[in-house]
């Protein structure tokens, strides 16, 4: 479902004015190191657990300033996930 999971995720990005860098498979810490050591990244998006079924896939996102994002702003993200229409 790792495929699907980020066709969906890059098609509602590029809805906006992003430029998006597909890192393909690496591990984690490695893409909060490339997040957080270039000024001109403004987050990294993670698809995890994408080997197993896909109700144990997540999405982590890095903050490029600070790293980890807040549990508020997790807790943002996620409410909007869940009460957010699709037209």
Do not use: M, R, W
């Not at 810490?29 to 998006?45: E, Y």
């Not at 144990?56 to 890095?62: C, E, R, V, Y």
């Amino acid at each position: 479902s790792c495929s699907f999971v980020k066709s969906n995720l890059k098609s509602g990005l590029l809805a906006h004015p992003v430029c998006l860098i597909d890192g393909g498979i690496l591990p984690t810490p490695a893409v909060v190191q490339l997040t957080l050591g270039h000024k001109n990244i403004a987050c990294g998006i993670i698809i995890s657990a994408s080997h197993n079924p896909y109700q144990d896939n997540g999405i982590k996102i890095i903050d490029g300033s600070k790293g980890k994002l807040s549990a508020h702003d997790e807790q943002e993200i996620t409410d909007l996930f869940y009460t957010t229409q699709i037209e």
